[in-house]
């Protein structure tokens, strides 16, 4: 898909791999609805995003406004990065918290899971009305999935199981969705220097970085939203999840 003058949809663009992959869409002379329940440092870009849009993603009629909003501003929608999210740990048997309430478990997966479905039905319902391009492509959509999909630590039930979701409903949408010439993408990030690394102890980011063979760093949004438009530009790329993380396996502290 040429990117020059095509309208996306970043959501979770107001931080860390989001906000890095709206801002190099801007570079490439995209027009960019950036969404995010918090946007508040997003604010002062009006001149060059087409929209800043607050709205949270697991909310049905609320990012259905924020779509529709998106859509008034740019115009056809070919591309939506969805990247909001949350880490969301939580040991099942905590000694001083006792057990995880369930209420926990499922609000990590009402945002990191329902959220990015909601983020997909929308864009797929929009993007089947455009005229198709070069291949009859329509759109491409990106997820936001993690290594932890595969290799979640000790903790990290909820957020495991949310990105393994994220990256199981990739194929069948990828899928069903290609009568519609729309692609369905997602990114398994390693570990990358954003807001959401702030909440995983320094011990246990030491001992991660220490476990990257090349290269031995988190990291860094901008190759984050690389690859984000590299998939754009690639039609042949649909229905995977692609690892992004310098070969990180994830192991926990203790073993
Ligand atoms: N940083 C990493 O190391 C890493 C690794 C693997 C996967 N990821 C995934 O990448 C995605 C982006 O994370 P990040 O590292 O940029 O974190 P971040 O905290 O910097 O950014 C996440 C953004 O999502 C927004 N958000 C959260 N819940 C939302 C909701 N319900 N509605 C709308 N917006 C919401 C937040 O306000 C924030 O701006 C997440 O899905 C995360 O799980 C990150």
């Known amino acids: 898909m040429e990117l020059k003058d095509t309208s996306a949809i970043v959501t979770g663009a107001g931080s860390g ?28 870009g009006e001149e060059e995003y087409s929209a800043i849009i607050e709205a949270d993603v697991t909310s049905e009629q609320g990012l259905a406004e924020a779509f529709a909003q998106a859509v008034d501003t740019c115009g056809e929608i070919r591309m939506v990065v969805h990247c909001a999210g949350v880490l969301g740990n939580g040991a099942v048997l905590s000694p001083s918290r006792g057990t995880l309430p369930l209420k926990r478990f499922a609000d990590v997966i009402a945002i990191n899971l329902t959220g990015t479905f909601n983020s997909i039905r929308l864009a797929a319902e929009h993007m089947q009305g455009l005229s198709p391009l070069e291949d009859g492509e329509r759109g491409v959509i990106i997820t936001t999935a993690s290594i932890a999909a595969w290799e979640g630590l000790s903790g990290q039930a909820a957020y495991a199981a949310s990105k393994g979701g994220v990256a199981a409903m990739t194929l ?27 909440n995983i102890p320094d011990q246990t980011l030491q001992h991660l970085i220490d476990d990257v063979p090349f290269p031995k760093r988190a990291g860094k949004g901008e190759e984050f939203a690389e690859l984000a438009i590299a998939i754009a530009r690639n039609r ?3 229905g995977e999840t692609i690892r992004l993380d310098g070969a990180l396996r994830m192991r926990n502290p203790n073993s």
């Open 17 to 44: 791999l989001g906000l890095a992959t709206a801002r190099r869409l801007l570079a490439e002379g995209c027009k960019v609805a950036a969404l995010d329940r918090n946007v508040s440092v997003l604010r002062g």
């Open 236 to 238: 042949m790329l649909n």
């Open 172 to 198: 069948p949408l990828a899928r069903e969705l290609a009568i519609h010439g729309i692609r369905v993408m997602s990114i398994a990030p390693g570990m990358f220097q954003t807001g959401l690394l702030s």
